[in-house]
T-cell receptor, first 112, second 113 residues
């Protein structure tokens, strides 16, 4: 059974810092890995999707990397802003089925 | 383009009552799924569908029924609500069950008293 761990569970940084969120998963047989953000009381918003054949994917100030063989992905946020405050979730999709497995997320607070 | 729409946003039920959580998408996605989100347990898959007329169980299916009569709609039915079903429910869709981006609705917060 796929298990996903996200470290740290919570992070508080001053505005402008560059930061890295970590995601590890136990089963490397995945189609892809998706990063989401979730604002309090809201749904999940897709940030980046990395296919299993890709090493990284970029969108604006966000860069996600994937090392499938070691079961790790990182989300890099450059020049953080207060509007980046949210919970960030990673979810690999297994090749053995269609499900996404979620970690519990990293709760990020960016202080002005 | 509305994306994935869930109704209602909030609901309070008494133990034993039944209800249906609605989910609709307008992106012509084949794959739709329901998750529940609970503190300390993350999001867990309840049921999913790879196309109209085809459904299957996820990780925590007990107490829930689904059907998929159209591509657009994937309702989740609670047959006899229990306090353990108090949770936030999310519907998600993607183009196929293979390697494509998933989109989520805004959630339904359900309380069973």
């Amino acid at each position: 059974k796929q298990e996903v761990t996200q470290i740290p569970a919570a992070l508080s940084v001053p505005e402008g810092e560059n930061l890295v969120l970590n995601c590890s998963f136990t089963d490397s047989a995945i189609y892809n890995l998706q990063w989401f953000r979730q604002d309090p009381g809201k749904g999940l918003t897709s940030l980046l999707l990395i296919q299993s054949s890709q090493r990284e994917q970029t969108s604006g100030r966000l860069n996600a990397s994937l090392d499938k063989s070691s079961g790790r992905s990182t989300l890099y946020i450059a020049a953080s802003q207060p509007g980046d405050s949210a919970t960030y979730l990673c979810a690999p999709q297994e090749t053995s089925g269609s499900r996404l497995t979620f970690g519990e997320g990293t709760q990020l607070t960016v202080n002005p | 383009n509305a994306g994935v729409t869930q109704t209602p946003k909030f609901q309070v039920l008494k133990t034993g009552q039944s209800m249906t959580l609605q989910c609709a998408q307008d992106m012509n996605h084949e794959y739709m799924s329901w998750y529940r989100q609970d503190p300390g347990m993350g999001l867990r898959l309840i049921h999913y569908s790879v196309g109209a007329g085809i459904t299957d169980q996820g990780e925590v299916p007990n107490g829930y029924n689904v059907s998929r009569s159209t591509t657009e709609d994937f309702p989740l039915r609670l047959l006899s609500a229990a306090p353990s079903q108090t949770s936030v429910y999310f519907c998600a869709s993607r183009y196929t069950y293979l390697s494509t981006e998933a989109f989520f609705g805004q959630g339904t917060r359900l309380t069973v008293v």
